[in-house]
């Protein structure tokens, strides 16, 4: 069975690992991310514990990865308890009070921009994190682990090569936890949706009319192609959209940055035009989506295009098609006729549907338009 910490570091992009991997001296090249995130937690286990302690009392494994956060919480004078994430904020915190004052200005200047981009970087770190605590109530963790977290260390040459008995590589833990803290948070804090359906199902609208985004006004991510649109939207989170037609060939056309986030996709909203029904395209792109574990809604958009009489007959028929669940289907109009309507309808079932599943996912959606961050 996986660790935790290996399950979390499954959870970033492999290039997340990289530099993470590197600093502790694992060669990446070849490695899926699920091989990357064992081997980066089996030798950093081995790094927080000395040879004899883990030859002998822990059968070559090292301490779990909790222990190896209570045992740097103690160096740094705290009592981090058993809950790895709150753990790693108290590390970060602590880190962040001993050390920011040793930064040079540039440095600490252009961490301290991630946050606050009008106000000059404090010299001391209890100011800095007196501020941060004041202006951030949700995603403080985030916030936190942006200014504690070091470039990881280069691990001197030869270290791989150890005496017996050697003492624990806190040089190399230390800065290790404090990127794993920054991983945890952006797995956190990101979110991937993708918006999937034929031409002509009114994806830009439906992004238009739930992110209030003019997909004609923001620019794809670098390894998208005229097929896959991913755009980023910045913020103290990371929001990704990615507009697509299916989810068949297109993983095959795309480049390699567009293909990793296609893989971390959160949740899909599957659009279906009220006009064209399900057909075999349709069933197959939806089945797709299904098919990755991933929660997915099936939207019939455009029904304000149907005669009223006619809408529940073709929304059944449509449903039992797709075998869709009843609490995953339902129908909107993203950019409705306007003599039929003021404005787009079924908005409130979508976004209620996209929250309660990111929620599920032990995701924060401060950062949706329709969420209020207080």
């Keep these: 069975m996986s660790s935790e910490l290996t399950e979390l570091l499954r959870k970033c992009h492999r290039d997340e690992l990289l530099p993470l991997a590197e600093a502790i001296g694992i060669k990446p090249e070849g490695m899926t991310v699920r091989q990357l995130a064992t081997a980066i937690d089996v030798r950093l286990r081995h790094r927080a514990a000395n040879d004899l302690e883990n030859l002998i009392f822990r059968g070559g494994n090292g301490p779990p990865y909790v222990d190896m956060l209570r045992r740097v919480g103690r160096r740094l004078g705290l009592d981090v308890g058993y809950d790895a994430a709150l753990a790693e904020q108290a590390i970060a915190r602590e880190h962040t009070r001993q050390t920011w004052h040793l930064l040079p200005d540039r440095e600490r200047e252009a961490r301290w921009e991630q946050s606050f981009s009008d106000t000059p970087a404090p010299e001391f770190g209890d100011q800095a994190l007196a501020l941060l605590e004041k202006k951030y109530h949700r995603g403080l963790g985030w916030h936190l682990t942006q200014l504690a977290t070091n470039p990881p260390i280069p691990m001197p040459a030869g270290c791989l090569i150890v005496p017996w008995l050697m003492r624990p590589r806190y040089d190399i833990v230390e800065p290790a936890i404090l990127e794993i803290a920054r991983l945890r948070q952006t797995v956190r804090y990101r979110v991937t949706i993708g918006i999937v359906g034929s031409p002509s199902t009114g994806k830009d609208a439906a992004i238009n009319a739930l992110f209030g985004i003019n997909t004609g006004n923001v620019s794809p991510v670098a390894g998208s192609t005229k ?140 950062e949706l338009p329709w969420v209020d961050a207080a």
């Design 227 to 366: 097929h896959v649109e991913i755009r980023r939207l910045e913020g103290p989170t990371a929001l990704y959209l990615v507009n697509t037609p299916g989810m068949g060939d297109v993983m095959e056309s795309v480049r390699a940055e567009a293909k990793e986030i296609l893989d971390h996709i959160d949740i899909y909203l599957y659009l279906v035009n009220a006009q064209g029904g399900v057909q075999a395209r349709e069933l197959a792109d939806y089945q797709e989506c299904v098919a990755t574990g991933r929660p997915v809604l099936a939207v019939v958009n455009k029904i304000d295009t149907l005669r009223q009489e006619d809408r529940e007959r073709y929304l059944a028929d449509a449903r039992t098609k797709l075998r869709a669940p009843d609490d995953s289907f339902v129908s909107a109009a993203f950019d409705p006729l306007p003599q039929l309507a003021p404005g787009p309808l079924g908005l409130a079932n979508v976004r209620g549907w996209i929250t309660d599943q990111l929620v599920q996912l032990g995701k924060d959606p401060a």
